[in-house]
């Protein structure tokens, strides 16, 4: 299987500021096809998560571009270039390349 | 409009069945691969089974297989997830999850909870 690991565990960012979060996979995440099923996801509490980037750079609809994912084979970052207070959530990358789909931990943004 | 509601959690005692069922809105259902992934409150997520849309593939994750059993009526729209011979570490929200891009888990349920416990 794929394990995922992501870093930090947790992020304390003032607001305004930018925030970085890493995720590695023990293994290439390059589809037979050519394509990277890399995801991020968010998930605020109490909620389901919600994806903000597919195939590791393209945002999901309504995700605002303060949010942008890069990286490639088996190396990924989620950034956001502004944090702001609607950010305070667990992000959380997941591979879905091969099965079993994996997750990493989860990273806790909160504002410092 | 909610997309994916699950349904069929609840307390059940340790080696008893369960059967989940998700609910799929919009067409086009037999499209899709879905899957169940669960999570146990404040830790992290564990993909259980997935299957094609076609019911051509179906896997399941080590820690359920042999137990779970993973179905779909696209007809009805309908996702299960058969537990079997349920342990108190099966424990979680179990979400269901479907594949619109590829390998992209793009719509999530609202989860169910399953606990197990005597």
């Known amino acids: 299987d794929a394990v995922m690991t992501q870093s930090p565990l947790s992020l304390s960012v003032t607001l305004g500021q930018p925030a970085s979060i890493s995720c590695r996979s023990s293994q290439s995440l390059v589809h037979a096809t050519g394509d990277t099923f890399l995801n991020w996801f968010q998930q605020r509490p109490g909620q389901s998560p919600r994806r903000l980037i597919y195939q590791v750079s393209i945002r999901d609809s309504g995700v605002p571009d303060r949010f942008s994912g890069s990286g490639s084979g088996t190396a990924f970052t989620l950034k956001i270039s502004r944090v702001e207070a609607d950010d305070v959530a667990l992000y959380f990358c997941?591979?879905?390349?091969?099965?079993?789909?994996?997750f990493g931990q989860g990273t806790m943004l909160e504002i410092k | 409009e909610v997309q994916l509601v699950e349904s069929g959690g609840g307390l059940v005692q340790p080696g008893r069945s369960l059967k989940l069922t998700c609910a799929a809105a919009?067409?086009?259902?037999?499209?899709?691969?879905m899957h169940w992934v669960r999570q146990v409150p404040g830790k992290g997520l564990e993909w259980v089974a997935g299957i094609y849309g076609n019911g051509r593939r179906i896997d399941y994750g080590a820690s359920v297989k042999g137990r779970f059993t993973i179905s779909r009526d696209n007809t009805k729209k309908f996702l299960y997830l058969q537990m079997n011979s349920l342990r108190p570490e099966d424990t979680a929200l179990y979400y269901c999850?479907?594949?619109?891009?590829?390998?992209?888990?793009?719509?999530w349920g609202q989860g169910t909870l399953v606990t197990v416990s005597s």
């Open positions: 919009g067409s086009t259902f037999e499209y899709y691969g």
């Open positions: 999850i479907k594949d619109i891009t590829p390998g992209g888990a793009d719509q």
């Open positions: 997941m591979q879905g390349t091969h099965w079993p789909y994996t």
